[in-house]
């Protein structure tokens, strides 16, 4: 998008939420970069709070353990959707934050109020910021309901767990059945968690507008939710 045309457009802050292997990752950064938004990865935030603790000794089973190191990690998550960047500690986390260790921690280290509040904050801010210049889509899964509840637009994804496990184990052809019933498994443990966690659950606003996309292209989706927006920043 050029200049002129983002000039023209009404700053919007756009909320989408989800469960993992809905395609909000790839949805939320396209949406971004074809509406000359910025963009944030929250998940990443939180994984980078767990890699921490990992890293520096801190027991994630242990809340209380958590909840006194909240404050240390140094995050700071770059918002350019065409190379998004984050770092603890001034170090590169983004491949890091992405091991079979840290998914595993990660529902336990944000279910902790003070990491949860912490890192709210966090995202408040930098979502508060990107106002100046257009605005952002924020992807998570309490974007709508917790972090963002005023949000100009809110997009909820949803998929069936097969199509999800799929997307999320990259199974094309090489993947066996019991590597895609293993993803399954681990999905359907993280959504239990994330869904039943007494601070800022993984739920759909009643504001948002849910999309399926069990059937649907990746383009399709993102259309969809560049048309939302356009129609949203226009009527304004």
Aim: proline share 4%; no cysteine; net charge neutral.
């Amino acid at each position: 998008m050029d200049s002129a045309a983002k000039a023209q457009r009404a700053p919007v802050i756009v909320a989408i939420d989800g469960p993992a292997g809905t395609g909000k990752s790839s949805t939320s950064r396209a949406v971004a970069a074809r509406l000359g938004l910025r963009y944030l990865d929250t998940g990443a935030q939180y994984r980078a709070a767990a890699w921490w603790m990992l890293g520096n000794g801190v027991d994630v089973a242990d809340a209380a353990a958590i909840a006194a190191a909240a404050e240390k990690p140094q995050i700071v998550s770059g918002t350019d959707p065409g190379a998004p960047t984050i770092t603890v500690d001034g170090a590169d986390a983004a491949g890091p934050i992405r091991t079979q260790e840290v998914t595993a921690a990660v529902s336990a280290v944000s279910a902790v109020p003070e990491v949860r509040t912490r890192i709210t904050a966090l995202q408040r801010s930098i979502a508060a910021q990107s106002v100046k210049s257009g605005g952002i889509v924020v992807e998570g899964r309490d974007i709508g309901t917790t972090v963002l509840p005023d949000a100009d637009v809110k997009i909820f994804l949803t998929a069936s767990e097969e199509v999800r496990a799929a997307r999320r184990s990259g199974e094309l052809k090489g993947k066996d059945a019991r590597d895609l019933a293993a993803t399954q498994a681990s999905l359907a443990r993280r959504d239990a968690a994330d869904s039943g966690r007494k601070v800022s659950p993984l739920a759909k606003a009643g504001d948002a507008t849910e999309v399926d996309t069990t059937e649907l292209t990746l383009e399709q989706v993102i259309q969809y939710v560049v048309t939302l927006v356009e129609e949203k920043q226009q009527g304004r």
